[in-house]
């Protein structure tokens, strides 16, 4: 066997996966150099020949050294056996302490396995059965003599009953990026109690849930990240979306502060009409300047007693990342020298006590947000939406963010996330966000996992997961490498799923997974399977190059014509897509072909619109007709929800994000506007009628 082969062998081992299928169906070959780099990213050795033959030698070692398994999923009513380690010959009792407190012996079965000299002792091997329990977080614990271990133990939903509850009556809802809906009373950018009114327009059309883009933390004072999917923490919020006068403390300020507050409200709405470019930093400076006058004025005894039990609740999580903020604003960069590089640190224990007020105004400001969203829930759920807010769960978060630094070694370093290339990007895409160690979590019981998928589902009626392939497996690249550089590393998919399953179902949530892009063919019926919904959109789905007919889709789906890394339907028929892949340099082949080929694409889709009566040559195909005739096109899919994008809903022809750019393309900072670049305001949205009109299209027959 060559050097080669035993680097792959050891990389199989560890999850790497050595080879993959790329968009041209053809099989790609991963270089060793990379396979080393993500080896070693998994503190696995393989630097040398020496390295991997050692490594590979200890590879059936490493189960044998636990007590237990580095936890346990396992679906509810699953009574899988699991191996327990002890010294050969020695007595072991095994029981399990359910979350309620109760305890569970574990049943052991008559399973002889030759024991095993590992580290110089002989190692004996018990095999015991998972017990009947109910759903939730249990704990495994064993002891032999004097020796003792616990694990994690999950048991999950066999499906999300939510599913089958969207599955009985088609639901629609609109899709719209947040921070660009404003209204008369917004700062320039659209927040939270924006939110709560959308979710009223959109109730009064008939509509079941807004699907928003991802609320996460960003950087705690300007320049603030444009992208809502870079974020430096996914269990926090953003405060740049908070409704400063929603604040009950607001209305105690003093005459001189009051005039601060309102003087700012007016500066930052005079945006609010215009259709240019959002700017995120003067409106997120002019808040955190109010915000920390109403942060000195005295909390009721009813409202910090609130505010007591939201710390208490956040614990540990929330004091970090608090602290995170405060070193952050003070070090005057989130690039820290080695002092600051863990929260235990002595240094860092110490400006916990010297930066203690600006750590409490940063739990203060999670607590208003955590406040405002279950605000606009509540709303939601008022205006008789039988969803409500929908949130995105981004991919993952900045390198130099705040879950990266508490987090520790549960996210992995020296490589990034992203994407092989495909037939949108040919450079392949990195996202320069570190991922899950899949080794470390297992060890860690999923708990940051889990605090997670709790954070974003706490005032969410369904969640959308961005690239829930990356549950199952997930492109990393390595350090100073291209983005076709990467190699897949596989995930324990049946803990991820099931862990996303058993929190949505204690949130009664739906779940929408974005599975869109290269994936192995059995991934979406194990989605279904589980109870989570797919993402289908119109101009991705074809066979060939052939678009399918909607009659076939998914029916447990979330079904759109546009999503956000694409024109809204109006550009992308004017071929916008393609004129703004030209200025930025990348088209494959030259402006002519590309326009062609996007024709021809647009043609057949809109050839099965006239097939269905939906369009009238004879009678005139303005572009409206067309934008609305699609609307009805995906209406005639089985798929139990469709959404609708606000930008379609306005006549908004500008893209929102160009994918593989950073500062080429204006990303994530397009305010709404109409098909003129005139602003358009929540204020506007109730008579309107182009909104009415694509509303009453999703709105016709159930899916059958």
């Not at 050595?18 to 060793?32: A, K, M």
């Not at 405060?239 to 003087?263: C, F, G, H, M, T």
């Not at 990195?430 to 589902?457: A, H, I, K, T």
């Amino acid at each position: 066997m060559t050097s080669s082969d035993k680097l792959r062998e050891l990389a199989g081992y560890h999850g790497v996966s050595c080879t993959y299928r790329g968009w041209d169906t053809l099989e790609h070959h991963v270089p060793d150099r990379t396979l080393r780099s993500i080896l070693a990213a998994l503190d696995v050795p393989a630097g040398s020949d020496a390295e991997i033959d050692k490594s590979l030698a200890d590879v059936p070692n490493a189960p044998w050294r636990q007590m237990l398994p580095l936890s346990l999923v396992v679906a509810e009513g699953d009574r899988r056996p699991f191996a327990v380690h002890v010294p050969h010959g020695d007595p072991v009792s095994v029981w399990v302490v359910a979350e309620d407190g109760s305890e569970v012996d574990a049943e052991q079965l008559d399973v002889w396995v030759e024991p095993r000299m590992v580290d110089g002792r002989l190692v004996g091997r018990a095999t015991f059965t998972v017990p009947a329990l109910p759903l939730g977080w249990h704990t495994i614990h064993a002891r032999s003599n004097d020796i003792e271990a616990t694990a994690t133990l999950v048991v999950t939903p066999a499906r999300l009953s939510t599913a089958d509850r969207v599955l009985r009556s088609r639901q629609w809802g609109l899709a719209a990026q947040l921070y660009s809906v404003r209204s008369s009373r917004s700062w320039g950018i659209g927040d939270f109690a924006d939110l709560a009114d959308l979710t009223a327009v959109t109730a009064g059309h008939g509509g079941d849930f807004v699907l928003i883009n991802p609320v996460h933390a960003a950087e705690p004072r300007p320049p603030h990240e444009p992208s809502p999917y870079l974020p430096s923490s996914r269990r926090f919020v953003d405060p740049l979306y908070l409704r400063v006068e929603d604040i009950p403390e607001a209305a105690y300020l003093s005459r001189k502060q009051r005039r601060l507050l309102d003087e700012s409200a007016r500066d930052c709405a005079k945006a609010n009409r215009k259709g240019a470019r959002l700017k995120r930093n003067p409106v997120f400076r002019a808040k955190l300047k109010v915000l920390e006058r109403i942060h000195s004025v005295p909390r009721g005894p009813a409202r910090q007693a609130r505010y007591a039990a939201f710390c208490a609740d956040g614990g540990r999580a929330l004091d970090d990342f608090a602290l995170w903020c405060a070193l952050a604003e003070t070090a005057g960069s989130q690039h820290w020298d080695e002092r600051v590089t863990v929260p235990d640190d002595p240094w860092v224990k110490r400006q916990r006590v010297v930066l203690a007020e600006r750590i409490d105004f940063h739990r203060w400001l999670q607590w208003l947000c955590d406040e405002q969203l279950a605000d606009a829930q509540i709303a939601a759920r008022a205006a008789g939406m039988s969803i409500g807010v929908v949130h995105d769960l981004a991919v993952g978060v900045k390198r130099e963010g705040a879950d990266a630094w508490t987090l520790g070694d549960a996210l992995a370093s020296g490589v990034t996330v992203g994407a092989p290339p495909d037939d949108f990007n040919r450079n392949g895409q990195n996202w320069n966000q570190p991922p899950w160690r899949p080794d470390r979590l297992e060890e860690l019981g999923y708990g940051p996992y889990r605090e997670m998928l709790r954070s974003v589902l706490r005032h969410a009626g369904g969640v959308r997961i961005d690239h829930i392939l990356g549950l199952f497996r997930t492109w990393w690249v390595p350090e100073g490498s291209s983005p076709s550089e990467g190699a897949y590393v596989r995930y324990d998919h049946e803990a991820m799923i099931g862990i996303l399953v058993l929190e949505a179902h204690r949130a009664d949530a739906v779940v929408i997974g974005e599975d869109l892009g290269v994936f192995e063919g059995w991934v979406q019926e194990y989605l279904a399977e589980r109870g989570v919904a797919g993402t289908s959109i119109l101009w991705f789905e074809k066979d060939g190059d052939t678009p399918r007919a909607p009659e076939s889709y998914r029916r447990l789906c979330l079904t759109s014509v546009t999503t956000h890394d694409l024109p809204p339907t109006s550009g992308y028929l004017a071929g916008e897509h393609i004129s703004i892949r030209s200025k930025l340099g990348l088209l494959k082949d030259d402006l002519a072909t590309e326009f062609a080929a996007a024709e021809a694409e647009r043609d057949a889709v809109l050839g099965l619109a006239r097939d269905r009566g939906l369009l009238d040559p004879v009678e005139g195909e303005s572009l409206e007709h067309q934008v609305e005739a699609l609307h009805r096109l995906v209406a005639a899919s089985p798929s139990a929800m469709l959404a609708l994008s606000l930008a379609d809903a306005v006549g908004e022809p500008r893209s929102q994000n160009q994918p593989g750019t950073v500062d080429e393309y204006p990303n994530w900072r397009v305010p709404l506007a109409d098909a003129d670049g005139e602003a358009v305001l929540i204020d506007d949205l109730t008579g309107h009628e182009r909104f009415a009109r694509l509303a009453e299209a999703l709105s016709p027959a159930e899916p059958g």
